[in-house]
């Protein structure tokens, strides 16, 4: 069965500072690759995916990924961030084909500091 | 934009009460899911639903959970008995299959007294 990993529950970064937000998988072959934003009180909001070709991925909000398929992981970063981006960030992954549900990480929590 | 839409935003029932948590997925996606988030837990997966039937299911779907596309726009998820560790943000999401992006819809919280 696939998981994720996401090791940090929180992080604190100062506004316009770089991110970095890690996510580590456990599956049998590539997956399709997801982060999702959840802002409180909110539903889950798509960042970003990977399903296959270039290996650095762009998002919405000036987020960015990279599928690492030595590492098993699929790192989130934004070269400076904006108050408004704090939120819960949720790394998922997917088996190909069929209907299969995404597994999710358990999250980090984006702090910003003014 | 069109959106996977949910009602109600927050339902609280009794224990031991039956519950019908709806969903209208976005029009021309062809696979609906359920997933669930228990208070500062991760999203977890419940099921999947294609063509009418069950896809997938996690062992968290039990007996106690059914789903149903009673109509050509509705999905619902019916939780028969709650029970109180029921109580937590239930979220719809649908897409087109073949592992296009699924879109979430806004959730609905239910609470178990």
């Known amino acids: 069965a696939q998981s994720v990993t996401q090791p940090d529950i929180h992080i604190t970064v100062s506004e316009g500072a770089s991110l970095e937000l890690r996510c580590n998988y456990s599956y049998g072959a590539t997956p399709y690759l997801f982060w999702y934003v959840q802002s409180p009180g909110q539903g889950l909001q798509l960042l970003l995916k990977y399903f296959s070709g270039d290996t650095l991925v762009q998002g919405i909000k000036g987020f960015e990924a990279e599928f690492k398929r030595s590492q098993s992981s699929f790192n989130l970063r934004k070269p400076s961030v904006h108050w408004s981006d704090a939120a819960e960030y949720f790394c998922?992954?997917?088996?190909?084909?069929?209907?299969?549900?995404?597994?999710f990480g358990k999250g980090t929590h984006l702090i910003i500091q003014p | 934009e069109p959106e996977v839409t949910q009602t109600p935003s927050h339902q609280v029932t009794q224990m031991g009460q039956e519950v019908i948590l709806r969903c209208v997925p976005i029009?021309?996606?062809?696979?609906f899911y359920w997933y669930r988030q228990i208070l500062g837990q991760k999203v977890e997966f419940l099921v999947s639903?294609?063509?009418?039937?069950?896809?997938?299911k996690s062992e968290i779907f039990d007996d106690q959970f059914s789903v149903e596309r009673p109509d050509g726009s509705n999905f619902t998820l019916k939780i028969r008995s709650t029970k109180l560790e029921d109580s937590a943000m239930y979220f719809c999401a649908s897409d087109r299959g073949l592992g296009d992006t699924q879109y979430f819809g806004p959730g609905t919280r239910l609470t178990v007294l």
């Open positions: 639903f294609y063509n009418n039937e069950i896809s997938e």
């Open positions: 029009s021309n996606h062809l696979y």
């Open positions: 998922a992954v997917a088996a190909r084909g069929g209907a299969d549900g995404l597994t």
